[in-house]
């Protein structure tokens, strides 16, 4: 699977979106972008994935860039409770495992 | 409510002790995992399972064993359990057919394991 780089840490004030960008630069094309979070002391939690459409559910939108080399995940709007580490992951469509990296951690503030 | 349940949440053992973690998802999803979590190394694929019967090793098995007799249930065996295992444990699964593995993993909260 592809690696992926992301900031180890950013910040967002309650109310604003938060943009989580991804660089994925050695995606070929069978891989999807998935993006999990995990919220201290709780299992990972699936958030959104794409293939190379944008896409949007009631959590967050994925916005893939057209060479598929990068991507951002879109809080809207940002509480305290989207206080966590984010994955972003790279996964081919043949595989069944997921290969997490560092994540970025998003500190939500006041 | 359906999902994926792990028990127990938190366990303390021996060094030498044998001890069993227990996944159960309701979703009837063909396909499971057991990953460890540790500082300084994130997530970690222990073992995997396609279907009953049916285990692959991943990135760190030494020291456990799985079994999946029902598509419902994948246990974890610490043979002899040590301090290196100490660590939290966590389950997924996710229904993976066909030529495409579209489909995501779906976590339990995890076992905290202490090994003393």
């Known amino acids: 699977d592809a690696k992926t780089t992301q900031p180890p840490s950013m910040d967002c004030a309650e109310g604003r979106a938060a943009n989580l960008p991804c660089n994925h630069s050695?995606?070929?094309?069978?891989?999807?972008v998935y993006w999990y979070r995990q919220i201290h002391s709780q299992g990972p939690q699936y958030i959104i994935h794409g293939l190379k459409n944008n896409e949007t559910n009631e959590m967050a939108s994925l916005i893939i860039t057209e060479d598929r080399k990068s991507s951002t995940l879109i809080l809207p709007h940002a509480t305290l409770r989207d206080t966590a580490v984010y994955y972003c992951i790279v996964r081919d469509r043949t595989a069944s495992k997921l290969t997490f990296g560092t994540g970025t951690r998003l500190q939500v503030t006041l | 409510d359906a999902g994926i349940t792990q028990s127990p949440r938190y366990k303390i053992t021996e060094t030498g002790r044998q001890v069993t973690l227990m996944c159960h998802q309701t979703?009837?999803?063909?396909?499971m995992f057991w990953y460890r979590q540790d500082l300084g190394h994130g997530l970690r694929l222990i073992y995997y399972s396609a279907a009953a019967d049916i285990t692959d090793k991943g990135e760190v098995p030494d020291g456990y064993v799985v079994s999946r007799s029902k598509t419902e249930n994948f246990p974890l065996t610490l043979e002899s359990a040590t301090r290196s295992q100490t660590s939290v444990y966590f389950c997924?699964?996710?229904?993976?057919?066909?030529?495409?593995?579209?489909?995501?993993?779906?976590f339990g909260n995890g076992t905290r394991l202490t090994v003393t």
């Open positions: 997924a699964s996710s229904e993976l057919s066909g030529s495409s593995y579209n489909s995501p993993l779906h």
């Open positions: 979703w009837s999803h063909s396909y």
């Open positions: 050695t995606i070929s094309g069978n891989e999807y």
